[in-house]
């Protein structure tokens, strides 16, 4: 997420930082923005000047200490309260100056988040869908200190990124993730019962109700693990069995099969795009 973020941010003209916590990850994000310029200018969405103007807006580090001067900081740490919390923490020690601190989680609460700042009108959600490049929504979460001018400013920010925004007031998974997790938790349930192949629950949300992407193919795309964790959040903030975490998606993050960024999920990703096979069909 962190990487789509940073390209479609200096694709509106920002400079974009973009931040990892080692070399490695980084290199993989700055490749992985390279692969969708390349397939932009090949599917004849973007020019050459295009991909070589959102580069020029990037630059990438590993050293928290250069987003220091940023008057926004987006961050898509992992899924988790504590981790989020205290890059806050730091973020808010290096500063040079003011900043809105907007958190990509997907489901954990603002409020919470808020409460270790010493700026808490200045925190707020800005929840990316991913692919952040393709997918125009943008969920901006309102926390229960987070200022209108926040809210304003980050609605704007969206604007300038060729989002659409919608406000949505902090309540466990939001708006977007309640019903996605939902259903991508009972399209797991399906495929543990053997009602049908992941491919073909995938085809009949594609084709019957014109959806962009499969719920099973969205789910290996953000993480099975990913996944995992906002599902047992949910479960336990909200005591709906409709998020109880189903024992196949357990399974298979303990197995490793975490989706696209291990090579296997629901799909078997290691194969060409037009022989990619079902991995799991029961």
């Known amino acids: 997420m962190g990487h789509g973020i940073a390209q479609v941010a200096a694709a509106a003209g920002y400079q974009a930082v973009l931040r990892d916590v080692d070399r490695d990850s980084l290199a993989r994000g700055i490749q992985a923005i390279e692969r969708n310029l390349v397939k932009g200018i090949q599917l004849a969405k973007l020019t050459e000047a295009d991909r070589d103007s959102t580069l020029q807006h990037i630059h990438g580090t590993t050293d928290l200490a250069e987003i220091a001067k940023a008057d926004l900081v987006i961050e898509a740490a992992p899924e988790k309260l504590e981790i989020k919390q205290q890059l806050?923490?730091?973020?808010?020690?290096?500063?040079?100056?003011p900043f809105i601190f907007a958190t990509n989680t997907s489901s954990l609460s603002i409020t919470e988040l808020a409460k270790v700042s010493e700026q808490p009108g200045n925190v707020v959600g800005m929840h990316f869908f991913n692919p952040v490049h393709l997918m125009r929504l943008i969920e901006i979460v309102v926390g229960k200190a987070t200022s209108d001018d926040?809210?304003?400013?980050?609605?704007?920010v969206a604007q300038r990124l060729r989002k659409?925004?919608?406000?949505?007031?902090?309540?466990?998974?939001?708006a977007s993730s309640r019903l996605g997790v939902a259903l991508g938790l009972e399209a797991m349930r399906m495929v543990e019962q053997g009602v049908a192949s992941a491919k073909d629950i995938d085809t009949a949300m594609e084709l019957g109700y014109n959806h962009p992407m499969g719920p099973l193919k969205l789910t290996d795309h953000v993480g099975l693990d990913i996944r995992l964790n906002i599902a047992e959040y949910l479960y336990r903030e909200l005591g709906s069995e409709t998020f109880r975490p189903p024992e196949l998606l357990r399974r298979m993050v303990q197995e490793g099969k975490l989706g696209k960024k291990t090579g296997t999920g629901f799909y078997d990703w290691t194969a060409p795009a037009e022989d990619r096979r079902t991995a799991h069909s029961s």
């Open 164 to 174: 659409e925004p919608i406000v949505v007031q902090d309540v466990p998974g939001f």
């Open 150 to 156: 926040t809210v304003g400013l980050v609605r704007q």
């Open 88 to 97: 806050l923490r730091e973020v808010e020690q290096l500063a040079s100056q």
